[in-house]
């Protein structure tokens, strides 16, 4: 667990419960990802690029954002430029054994970003020194810096430009909640594009409406 956080650890309903307390305060967010989406859908098509990070299961899900954007959501539409700075297992290493930890991410962010890029950040602490600093290198440079982050405050928080926070007492419910607010935000990136549906909203209405 991280600091600040529970050490109690919920296990079958009370791990249920748990989420479905913290995706009842969760719509604030859902608009925040949603208009994220909006916004990277103009970046990536004007030929930007989109970076993630994050340490453990914060980095599997960057991995999954950009597999997401270089692959696709749902429905087919061009591949886009997005990195994830966590799998770069060459890399990582070089980076640790030469420079301080907290350069590790940091300095993929130098190489590989460029003004106006999108940086997005995951950490369910809000803690991880080498995330911070990838924050602030990214702000440095002019990128965009989105965080993902358990309960604010939190010094992540403090150095992006904008986060979403979730009100959560366990690591795990964060990160639960954090995946579901990277695919609200590919959602919204596909809307943005136009990617549609080969039904048209009237159709999906009729199928829904009771007989």
Known sequence: MNAGLTSFTPCDHEHLAALVQAASTFSPCVELADRWGARLAATLE????????????SAAQAQHLTAE?????RLDRRPFSAICLS???STL????NDYPPEELFARQVEAHGREGDVLVLL???GRSPNVVEA??????LGLVVWALTGPAPNP??????????VDAEFTATVQELHLVAVHILCAGLDRALGVLPSRTREDVTAVRRPA
């Open 69 to 73: 954007l270089v692959g696709r959501y």
């Open 93 to 96: 290493t070089a980076v640790v």
């Open 46 to 57: 004007n030929g930007g690029r989109l970076l993630a990070a994050g340490n453990g299961g």
């Open 87 to 89: 799998s770069e297992t």
């Open 135 to 140: 924050a602030r290198r990214g702000r440095e």
């Open 123 to 125: 950490s369910t602490s």
């Open 156 to 165: 992540l928080a403090e150095v992006a430009e904008e986060t979403l926070s």
